[in-house]
């Protein structure tokens, strides 16, 4: 009897140390934490989760429970007392709100819809990560939670170097962990293309491949005489069986992807299969150098609406996404000024500059992803000709364009270079990291970022739909590579993205930071272990 009651003695004190430890300090920073006092609610391996019957997506969510905090998922009639319960009901205009109870009736889950569930299954885990043993011991509280942005998204480019599946995936679920909904897939660019178009078989099979990369970065014009390369072949692209899976994957996750075919620039890979589509007639190799090429789709050849068409038609059926990214940036003019087909469909069309002439292409583009229920998002160059009513903006080059894309009511993602460009150096010292394409975005940065300019009524504030940060690949070779540019820039990003301004505190989030850079740790992800 004595041994019994040292033991529970030993087991509370263990509790009590335990608990000392959790206060729900998450990152992002939950709206509402009430600390009720009084106790503690033991969650305890191999524990049951109830759910809803007959959902499927409650379902998974038990079973990421099952996953992340190592409970046994139980649909919601069955017999027994679970230690978590999964809820809907919660009445919120926020689809993605829900509250965390933790009390003596366990800990129960409530989600506005299947997607707050699930944020709160991801809040609880940092909450336990690093907690050793079989039992953790929770405070009672009760949070609440909501992000601010409805659009939540990150990039990533397969397009400059490709990346195996198995690592969207590890990318997919990093996203998930810091609350992102929207991954912005760029696909396709000069340096190579990696989507499968079944009707052009040879599109994907040719330029996915270039023979070699540029060695250390380019500067100014482009010279060949004095460029250095590798002697490592770049190839690879995504069969649509394999993006199906990925879409399926991130959809369990609430993550949906918008692909990106940029357009009527950033082409010379496809033209290097379909030299006819191009102003000059080629012949064009997949470039194996960054920058910005002269050379883009024949805005005269109405083979290239053709091949667009068919293109964009094949990645409709893929991705279920709402949202179709056209690109529109970059794209040089000088090739249409020179170009008998180009100059005659100015003609035809009445136009007066070759400006218009991308305008005619995105909205003949606009009006085909209309008819199969998409819409198009462009970059803020698409802003210079005109865009119709349900256009969406990615406003890259400052905060100017969307700005202007505000005022105009078309809907915009903010996403400037100044604060969301994770391609550029984190830490003032280039030596203390590896070669990046320039710039200087540290941690401090992209958290300092406010999406609603100050410039903007409130009514013109509520067509800023969110904010994301890009990932271009130029300089970034390999997935561990990728996820040091990543991370922990992508931990500031979320707050941006969940906080309300007013609650964004700088020095906060480096206190709650080195819990999440523990978890990094033991999920094996690679990370900058400095940030300014």
Not at 70 to 97: F, R
Not at 247 to 265: F, K, Q, S
Not at 476 to 488: G, N
């Amino acid at each position: 009897m004595i041994k019994r009651l040292f033991i529970l003695f030993l087991t509370t004190a263990l509790t009590i140390a335990a608990y000392a430890e959790v206060t729900y300090q998450t990152i992002p920073l939950p709206r509402s934490i009430l600390m009720k006092g009084g106790g503690y609610a033991l969650l305890v391996k191999g524990q049951s989760v109830s759910f809803p019957a007959g959902n499927p997506q409650m379902l998974r969510n038990a079973q990421f429970a099952q996953e992340f905090l190592g409970l046994t998922p139980q649909a919601e009639k069955k017999k027994g007392k679970p230690a978590v319960q999964l809820l809907l009901g919660l009445q919120s205009d926020n689809p993605d709100a829900y509250t965390i109870d933790i009390g003596k009736k366990g800990i129960i889950i409530r989600g506005a819809s299947e997607s707050g569930v699930f944020y709160a299954i991801q809040t609880l885990r940092k909450n336990i990560q690093g907690e050793q043993g079989d039992t953790v011991s929770l405070p009672y509280a009760t949070i609440q939670d909501e992000p601010r942005f409805a659009y939540r998204g990150m990039h990533f480019d397969c397009a400059r170097h490709f990346f195996p599946v198995e690592f969207i995936k590890k990318y997919i679920d990093i996203l998930a962990l810091h609350g992102v909904n929207q991954f912005h897939w760029h696909l396709t660019d000069d340096q190579g293309w990696r989507f499968e178009v079944k009707a052009l078989p040879e599109l994907a099979k040719q330029a996915s491949r270039r023979p070699h990369t540029i060695l250390g970065r380019n500067v100014g014009l482009w010279d060949s005489s004095n460029t250095l390369f590798d002697d490592t072949p770049e190839e690879g692209y995504y069969t649509q069986e394999q993006i199906s899976d990925i879409v399926a994957y991130a959809a369990e996750r609430y993550i949906n992807i918008i692909p990106e075919i940029d357009l009527p620039g950033h082409m010379v890979a496809a033209l290097s299969v379909y030299p006819e589509l191009g102003c000059t007639g080629g012949p064009y190799s997949v470039w194996c150098q960054w920058g910005v090429s002269d050379d883009v789709l024949c805005a005269g050849n109405p083979k290239t609406l053709d091949f667009l068409k068919t293109v964009y038609g094949e990645l409709c059926q893929v991705f279920p996404s709402k949202f179709i990214h056209i690109g529109g940036d970059e794209s040089p003019r000088y090739r249409w000024q020179q170009c008998p087909k180009c100059q005659a469909k100015m003609k035809e069309l009445g136009l007066s500059k070759e400006a218009e002439l991308q305008t005619y292409i995105n909205k003949e583009m606009e009006h085909f992803l209309a008819e199969r229920g998409r819409e198009p998002i462009g970059w803020d160059e698409t802003l210079e000709g005109g865009l119709s009513e349900k256009a969406l903006v990615m406003s890259w080059r400052g905060y100017q364009g969307g700005i202007e894309a505000a005022r105009q009511h078309h809907r915009v993602i903010m996403t400037p270079t100044s604060h969301c460009y994770i391609d550029y150096y984190q830490l003032k010292d280039p030596n203390a990291q590896p070669l990046a394409i320039g710039g200087y975005v540290p941690v401090s940065k992209v958290y300092g970022m406010e999406p609603v300019p100050a410039e903007l009524t409130a009514e013109e504030g509520k067509y800023i739909l969110g904010v994301q940060c890009n990932l271009w690949t130029e300089y970034v070779v390999s997935p561990d590579h990728a996820m040091y540019m990543l991370l922990p820039r992508l931990a500031a990003l979320c707050e941006v993205q969940w906080q309300m301004p007013d609650t964004k505190d700088y020095k906060a989030f480096c206190q709650r930071l080195p819990a999440l850079l523990q978890m990094y740790r033991s999920l094996g992800y690679k990370y900058c272990t400095s940030y300014e």
